[in-house]
Nanobody, 116 residues
Framework: QVQLKESGGGLVQPGGSLRLSCLVS??????MAWYRQTPGNERELVAS???????YYADSVKGRFTISRDNAKNTVDLQMNSLKLEDTAVYYC????????????WGQGAQVTVSS
């Protein structure tokens, strides 16, 4: 059974940095992504990366966040710099199998709080 486990969340001041990591066990996804969700809102795609390292970023995080993947370790990271108050959310790691359209495997989530 595939499992995704996030780590690295926490509290940081505006302008600071955090790095989220996601360890995948039990399978290898074609593409992986980071989503985030705030109370009362739908989960939104933050960044994604394919098996050949093609990346996508939401406009709100371009130039500040970097997604990376280590296929040998089966991990995906999200480096978050210049954090803003509005980046506060629960961040979820997600995986998509080859041949599928949607990300449908999820981690348990990691809280990121940006506050002064």
């Amino acid at each position: 059974q595939v499992q995704l486990k996030e780590s690295g969340g926490g509290l940081v001041q505006p302008g600071g940095s955090l790095r989220l990591s996601c360890l995948v066990s039990g399978g290898i996804f074609s593409a992986m992504a980071w989503y985030r969700q705030t109370p009362g809102n739908e989960r939104e795609l933050v960044a994604s990366i394919t098996s050949n390292s093609r990346t996508y970023y939401a406009d709100s995080v371009k130039g500040r966040f970097t997604i990376s993947r280590d296929n040998a370790k089966n991990t995906v990271d999200l480096q978050m710099n210049s954090l803003k108050l509005e980046d506060t959310a629960v961040y979820y790691c997600a995986g998509r199998w080859a041949g599928q359209f949607d990300f449908n495997k999820w981690g348990q989530g990691a809280q990121v709080t940006v506050s002064s």
